[in-house]
């Protein structure tokens, strides 16, 4: 190359530079945060998780760009007090959300206290744009509408669940082998919502989530600021309804209820790709850290079955057994965590809200009260060899049942007032009760669920949502100790 073409190519790259060089300079790089939950998921249920007869393509290959928690878990065993733990990063029952809220718009009680800060509050007071898609199930008042808890923008229904096909009733599913009972339920059939507006109900309810999802993402790809994404399927929650052509698919499957589940389950896959494809089209992939799990185990035999499969794993929603808590849970974040791992030690739905904060750098106001959730990121690098908690801990309504976890044992106490001892390396299925064998373990144990009782609070409101399942004490009884 001669010396005058050297200059101009020399020339050409400066120039070519300025731009991108300002550009970088006043770019936020801050990680965008993604958190995708799905609603009543079996563990067996995604490909990843070894489930066979549901291709989750998508899913599977958001598992293979980061890491599988083993044994990740949820802070309860049925929808909203799971979704208040994770929306806070606090054991929910430390302010009362120890139940699913009464469907009842009326209602300033049956929501998400408003003592409490969310992650969207978090990151918003941060600079990050905010956004929530899908089902909210925090609260139907308009003092606990998404847009008030931190969300800048909304799109979803605020009950705990929705029909997927418009104008259809609703069946609800009252038990295995039990009557269903078909009505159109006023929960199912409430408006969509873009903030306060109501819209018309889309063609299929997943389908769309996907597309707004999509939509946001695309939208915030200038990076004038980082954004955080809350991405709340209600499928493969009842009632099973699908697309035709997704159930084409699963024409092989005999069961009517199986295929149903699994055409939407392939749907929540095919908008999760949508989802992913929006962030590698606008080059935002690597720097977005993406969280996802189910909000509890699927119900497999319940009120709300859905014809779910939780594999190995003992018991269903709404139990304090494996089945009801732990759940198919995965973090991504190309940047900075490594691909194809899996990570064994027990992680919880509460280290969502530290773990991003983490990556945003951002601080949570220090006179809040403390969370109950680490951030995972240097345990799931590997930096940190020790355990993100030697502890983790459940109670149901109200001292109903109780469960804790610790290194491989696992103690609880349930209903029916069987307090038992598993060791979970060994035996994940809960098959084989230690309790006897080592006392001292079962000891320490319940000693410390008792402890870890004394600093929760009673509910703010009680809902059976079992029917009759269990006595409830009242609100304003002691809590049962464990
Ligand atoms: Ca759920």
Not at 153 to 166: Q, S, T
Request: with cysteine.
């Amino acid at each position: 190359m001669s010396h005058s073409l050297v200059l101009r190519a020399f020339c050409a790259l400066l120039l070519s530079s300025l731009p991108s060089l300002s550009a970088t300079a006043s770019r936020d790089e801050r990680p965008n945060v993604l958190l995708i939950v799905v609603d009543d998921l079996g563990y067996n249920d995604v490909g990843f998780q070894g489930g066979r007869d549901i291709p989750t393509p998508h899913l599977d290959r958001l598992a293979a760009s980061g890491v599988r928690c083993t044994s990740g878990y949820v802070s309860y065993p049925v929808c909203s007090p799971s979704r208040a733990g994770f929306i806070t990063g606090r054991y929910q029952q430390r302010f009362g959300h120890e139940f699913n809220p009464r469907w009842n718009p009326a209602s300033q009680i049956d929501g998400l206290p408003l003592t409490e800060k969310t992650i969207a509050d978090v990151l918003r007071g941060a600079g990050y744009a905010t956004a929530a898609i899908g089902k909210w199930h925090l609260g139907a008042h308009p003092q606990f509408h998404p847009n008030r808890r931190g969300f800048d923008e909304f799109y979803g229904f605020l009950g705990g669940g929705h029909r997927f096909l418009p104008g259809s009733h609703v069946d609800v599913e009252v038990g295995a082998g039990k009557k269903m009972e078909t009505h159109a339920d006023a929960e199912h059939a409430s408006p969509m919502l873009r903030n306060g507006t109501e819209e018309p109900e889309p063609p299929e309810l997943t389908t769309k989530l996907g597309e707004e999802a999509a939509a946001s993402i695309a939208r915030h790809a200038s990076r004038s600021k980082p954004w955080f994404l809350y991405l709340s399927f209600n499928a493969p929650h009842t009632p099973l309804q699908a697309r035709a052509d997704m159930l084409k698919k699963f024409a092989h499957i005999a069961d009517e209820r199986r295929r149903t589940y699994a055409a939407m389950m392939a749907t929540v896959d095919e908008a999760v790709g949508r989802t992913l494809g929006a962030l590698d089209a606008t080059g935002q992939r690597s720097r977005t850290l993406v969280f996802f799990f189910s909000d509890n185990g699927g119900p497999m035999t319940k009120r709300n079955a859905n014809a779910s499969n939780n594999g190995v794993l003992r018991g269903q929603k709404g139990d304090v057994f494996e089945g009801g808590i732990r759940v198919p849970f995965l973090v991504s974040w190309p940047d900075r965590l490594p691909a194809g791992r899996t990570y064994d030690a027990p992680v919880i739905s509460l280290d969502v809200l530290p773990t991003a904060l983490a990556a945003a750098g951002a601080k949570r106001d220090p006179e809040l009260p403390p969370l109950d959730g680490v951030n995972l990121i240097p345990f799931l690098t590997g930096e940190n060899k020790t355990v993100p908690h030697e502890r983790l801990y459940w109670r149901m309504d109200y001292g109903a049942a109780f469960a804790v976890r610790e290194g491989k044992w696992k103690w609880f106490r349930t209903y029916e007032n069987l307090a038992q001892l598993y060791d979970l390396d060994a035996d994940p299925g809960e098959k084989t009760d230690l309790a006897t064998r080592h006392p001292d373990v079962a000891t320490r144990l319940a000693t410390a669920a008792a402890d870890w009782n004394r600093g929760l609070a009673a509910p703010v409101w009680v809902n059976n949502p079992f029917g009759g399942f269990i006595n409830l004490p009242g609100p304003s009884a002691k809590p049962a100790a464990p």
